[in-house]
């Protein structure tokens, strides 16, 4: 008998991205803007299945070769929780890319520059209902070198470090409204002074689910704002930028698709840099 808990499919398709099994591929992007998917596109050498059912837009084709989906999460952890429990209802052990962009905390992080998220602040609460308030948001430590060798290979200049997952874009983040009392203003420094590189609003979400999923999981971000000098990229620069990410994103998919060829070579249990083999330099 179905547990009567759980929002259950009429059909094959799950309920909020209105996907069934099949439509997905096991190596999967995750912007957050569904708009972006289109963008994505025409980067991808064939494309199949598109779908749109609120926030979620996705598409499934690939990518040199290899398999790839992409899903839009829309904002927030909230939105990621469901995205990801769908996704994991079709797709036994998908590995899972999000692209996005954010605020950074650091002079020296320039606007458009990258950000790999090695691992992220919960801020928000949609984890804790699944975990306790100490469990660290990791990213899969080959996803971080997949991203990392991604960006070197296509010649973008990334940063490494932690990230700061907030519920909001505005008091969350400890920026001021006017009509509106915030309990944490001075956010931003406290997060600098911890050594956190950026805000966003959707690793930790991803990070922890795909870690109690047993699955791989990786976050690269665009920096759109610099908070310490009130800056925001835009134009043919906000392009150049998103467009960065997301080659990042896909360049990285297609090198942890190699990583796991590899792996399964060699019967090795986990990625280490030996493993690195000369068929998989650019």
Same mark, same amino acid.
């Given at each position: ?185 001075? !956010? $931003? =420094?406290?997060? %600098? ?5 950026? #805000?966003?609003?959707?690793? @930790?979400?991803?990070? *922890?689910?795909?870690? !109690? $999923? =047993?699955?791989? %999981? ?5 920096? #759109?704002?610099?908070?310490? @000098?009130?800056?925001? *990229? ?49």
């Amino acid at each position: 008998m179905a547990d009567p808990r759980v929002a259950l499919p009429q059909t094959e398709r799950q309920y909020h991205i209105d996907l069934g099994p099949g439509d997905l591929a096991d190596y999967i992007l995750l912007p957050g803007d569904p708009d972006r998917v289109a963008r994505i596109a025409p980067l991808l050498d064939s494309a199949g299945v598109e779908r749109r059912h609120r926030e979620f837009a996705s598409l499934t084709g690939s990518y040199r070769g290899l398999p790839v989906s992409v899903v839009s999460t829309g904002i927030g952890t909230d939105n990621v929780e469901i995205a990801l429990a769908e996704i994991l209802a079709i797709v036994e052990r998908p590995t899972l890319v999000r692209i996005g962009s954010c605020g950074v905390l650091r002079d020296d992080i320039a606007l458009g520059d990258l950000v790999i998220t090695s691992g992220a602040v919960r801020l928000e609460a949609t984890t804790s209902f699944f975990v306790h308030d100490g469990y660290p948001a990791v990213a899969d430590y080959s996803a971080v070198a997949a991203l990392v060798e991604a960006a070197a290979r296509l010649g973008h200049r990334a940063h490494v470090g932690l990230t700061a997952t907030a519920p909001g874009f505005y008091g969350a983040q400890g920026r001021p409204i006017p009509q509106l009392p915030i309990r944490y203003p001075d !956010l $931003a =420094g406290e997060m %600098a002074a911890q050594r956190v590189l950026n #805000f966003e609003m959707e690793a @930790s979400a991803l990070l *922890v689910l795909a870690t !109690l $999923a =047993g699955c791989r %999981a990786g976050v690269v971000c665009a920096a #759109f704002a610099q908070r310490n @000098s009130g800056a925001f *990229v835009v134009g043919e620069a906000k392009e150049r930028a998103e467009r960065a990410c997301i080659e990042t994103g896909l360049e990285a998919l297609f090198i942890l698709s190699q990583m796991r060829t590899r792996m399964e070579e060699t019967g090795a249990v986990h990625w280490r840099p030996s493993l690195w083999a000369a068929e998989m330099a650019p």
